[in-house]
């Protein structure tokens, strides 16, 4: 009758704004996770492309480790190289000049070039050309002074 039609009435009319709250209300959660998604998205799109630039920057890090790692490897093997011919001349110039002590020298120029008078003054000329070929395959400044010192 007339009082149930008013509660049917008042039910739904009371179950209708029930639902357009909840429809607000899933209108704004909706909103919201979209606004999250998005921010998330650029998030994950930085955050890549730093990935991309690390792995670049690693792989330029690895190359420059194992180039310098080659070039120090050469650097050695040439010191080994250059010590074995300082010690090779060292031990040559010892041997031609042991009874060089002894004697006595004068540093006065006689004629426009020197000539070899003994086989320890050929000696140090043999040495003094390997010395200075060394100093020019290894470009050693070192050791053109060291060749420089021997003649």
Not at 42 to 56: C, H, I, M, P
Not at 67 to 83: G, I, N, P, Y
Not at 96 to 121: E, I, K, N
Request: charged share 25%; net charge negative.
């Amino acid at each position: 009758t007339r009082h149930n039609f008013e509660m049917l009435k008042q039910s739904l009319t009371d179950q209708s704004k029930a639902d357009a709250a909840d429809l607000e209300e899933q209108k704004s959660a909706k909103a919201a996770a979209e606004e999250s998604k998005a921010s998330a998205e650029g998030d994950l799109q930085r955050t890549t492309e730093s990935l991309a630039n690390s792995q670049k920057g690693l792989e330029t890090a690895r190359a420059s480790c194992i180039s310098t790692a080659a070039d120090h490897e050469a650097t050695v093997a040439a010191r080994q190289e250059e010590l074995k011919v300082i010690a090779e001349a060292r031990k040559l110039l010892q041997e031609s000049t042991s009874g060089a002590a002894s004697q006595t020298y004068a540093f006065v120029q006689l004629t426009g070039s020197m000539s070899m008078r003994s086989s320890a003054d050929l000696a140090r000329s043999e040495i003094v050309t390997l010395v200075k070929r060394l100093a020019k395959q290894q470009h050693s400044p070192e050791l053109a002074q060291l060749a420089s010192r021997i003649a």
